[in-house]
């Protein structure tokens, strides 16, 4: 019993040891990665390729889930970390991509040029995805980085992503996301008009419309969505109103009624968006439709008291009558 006793205290002893040093080891690890991090940080290319030597990893990451290439100062060391087996579609906690972060220094360039891009290009060249599902905890959600760049209205990056590979009718499985929405002021973006004219001479559809989605209420249950991009050019307070002739000249539906049977032309009413809704009735939209309550364009503008839409509807109407 003595040496059963004494060899289990032995091994236990042992294993005690063990994980003294495994701990050590991890410990000396973590240092390590955090010394290559702050070199990556600093652009000092030596400092990196030494650390990645005495084994730093070359993914190590911070608090927030950023690897080393996401926060790498400098072509030479991007270069490096791509060469050396840098995973170039990790992503940050939040479901940001490596591609992301490399863009980010490209909105802060009034006018960035290809060089400003050399770096961007060289991850997609090597596999970095312009649209990716990201994660975050257990959500996960389509993104495409050309709605970054229109929501920034960045045509010189809208071009360049779609020139590599970003698809200008992305869905991302949302009811608002479709790069052309946002390209006309949905969503609260910034409309962009050369954005906008962009998108619809490079693939973009004009007749695209939202997807449906139900809505839950005291009420029971009834569907949003299938807005066209006329519905989303009536958003922002002082819209570009060439933006409209655009959409008209392209093929968007002027009368197309949305899940809730509104038109553009209604909508435009019900925001009390005034200068939207009379180009959209210079445009030449029916005067005579009803959404799903019955209600016309005629009866909101009485709703809502725009007395001079009010005005014009009804010398309108009152002239087909004639």
Do not use: C
Request: net charge negative; proline share 3%.
């Amino acid at each position: 019993m003595d040496i059963l006793a004494k060899y289990g205290k032995l091994r236990r002893g042992s294993w005690a040891v063990l994980v003294f040093f495994f701990s050590l080891a991890i410990e000396a690890d973590t240092e390590l990665d955090k010394q290559f991090l702050s070199a990556v940080k600093e652009g000092d290319l030596r400092k990196v390729e030494l650390l990645l030597n005495q084994g730093a990893t070359v993914d190590a990451k911070d608090d927030d889930g950023r690897t080393a290439i996401m926060l790498a100062d400098g072509e030479d060391v991007v270069e490096f970390l791509i060469k050396h087996g840098a995973n170039i579609n990790a992503q940050d906690v939040d479901g940001n991509s490596v591609l992301f972060y490399r863009l980010l220094p490209i909105l802060k360039v009034k006018i960035p040029d290809m060089d400003d891009l050399a770096e961007a290009k060289r991850l997609i060249e090597s596999g970095a995805l312009v649209e990716y599902t990201a994660r975050k905890g257990e959500d996960q959600k389509p993104v495409s980085l050309l709605n970054m760049a229109i929501r920034n209205q960045s045509l010189v990056l809208v071009k360049f992503l779609i020139e590599n590979g970003a698809n200008p009718n992305h869905d991302p499985g949302g009811i608002e996301e479709y790069p052309l929405f946002l390209a006309v002021g949905g969503s609260s973006s910034p409309s962009n008009l050369a954005i906008a004219e962009y998108l619809l001479a490079n693939g973009s559809k004009a007749v695209f419309t939202s997807r449906l989605k139900d809505v839950h209420s005291a009420n029971g249950t009834h569907q949003i969505g299938a807005r066209n991009a006329f519905h989303y050019a009536t958003e922002p307070k002082q819209p570009d109103l060439k933006i409209l002739d655009v959409l008209a000249k392209a093929g968007t539906n002027l009368n197309h009624r949305d899940a809730e049977g509104k038109t553009p032309l209604m909508e435009a009413i019900q925001r009390k968006n005034v200068s939207a809704a009379q180009k959209l009735i210079q445009l030449g939209s029916d005067l005579t439709l009803a959404d799903n309550q019955g209600k016309t364009v005629l009866d909101l503008a009485k709703e809502y008291h725009l007395d001079e839409i009010e005005r014009i509807l009804a010398e309108k109407l009152s002239s087909k009558t004639q």
